[in-house]
């Protein structure tokens, strides 16, 4: 079965702080993503990678950053939490020109920045 | 830039009754997916249903079926017999190109479904 896993389902940091999400995939992935789920908003793309150490904006970036070392591995970090921030991250997966493409998601991390 | 709108924040149905739920979505290319993913509640979001824009034969899943009209951009989901277990969250998507040959999926704003017992 494919799985995707991130390292925490509740998160609470306060603002200012450094803040890491971590998300791993067993189906060897080319395409990671880590997205951003509010109400009334749907799912907005923060940043993506199709490889290793590759890494492209999405369409809500600013205050994200990235890290992917290895294949299965996909960090956002957020460098100065602020409250504006707080949100349920969901990450996902999916093959490289696979046609049909389907995305597989993670449980999700619901952050709260206070 | 294309867009996916889903105009029913929340919907409610009785189980076994049928409930359709809307999408429409705006673009220029001729050729594209659309997908209906669910969401329950505390639990991973998972691929419903996937129509192939050159297709004109509209895409099932057992209970789960399309009304993809192309020409009028819209793209429904229909649940025929309702069970406890559709209540989620719906979110219809669009696959677009990035670049390097990567995909992204556009995402609607998605409409929460509750079923009645």
């Known amino acids: 079965d494919v799985k995707v896993t991130q390292s925490s389902r509740y998160l609470v940091k306060r603002t200012g702080e450094k803040v890491f999400l971590e998300c791993v995939q067993d189906?060897?992935?080319?395409?990671m993503f880590w997205y951003r789920q509010d109400p009334g908003l749907g799912l907005r793309l923060i940043y993506f990678?199709?490889?290793?150490?590759?890494?492209e904006k999405g369409d809500i970036p600013e205050g994200y950053s990235v890290s992917r070392e290895k294949k299965e591995r996909f960090s956002l970090i957020l460098e100065s939490a602020s409250t504006n921030q707080t949100s349920m991250y969901l990450c996902?997966?999916?093959?490289?020109?696979?046609?049909?493409?389907?995305?597989?998601f993670g449980p999700g991390t619901r952050l709260t920045v206070t | 830039a294309q867009t996916v709108t889903q105009s029913q924040p929340e919907m409610s149905v009785q189980e076994a009754e049928t409930v359709t739920l809307s999408c429409t979505y705006d673009?220029?290319?001729?050729?594209?997916?659309l997908f209906w993913y669910k969401q329950p509640p505390s639990r991973q979001m998972i691929l419903v249903i996937r129509?192939?824009?050159?297709?004109?034969q509209n895409a099932t899943e057992n209970r789960f079926s399309v009304n993809f009209q192309k020409a009028a951009k819209s793209f429904s989901l229909k649940i025929s017999d309702s069970q406890l277990g559709d209540a989620a969250m719906y979110f219809c998507?669009?696959?677009?190109?990035?670049?390097?040959?990567?995909?992204?999926?556009?995402f609607g704003q998605g409409t929460r479904l509750t079923i009645n017992p």
């Open positions: 996902a997966s999916s093959l490289y020109l696979e046609s049909s493409y389907e995305q597989y």
């Open positions: 189906m060897d992935h080319e395409n």
């Open positions: 990678s199709y490889d290793v150490k590759m890494k």
């Open positions: 673009t220029s290319e001729s050729d594209y997916y």
């Open positions: 129509q192939e824009a050159y297709k004109q």
């Open positions: 998507a669009y696959r677009t190109y990035i670049i390097q040959g990567a995909q992204k999926l556009v």
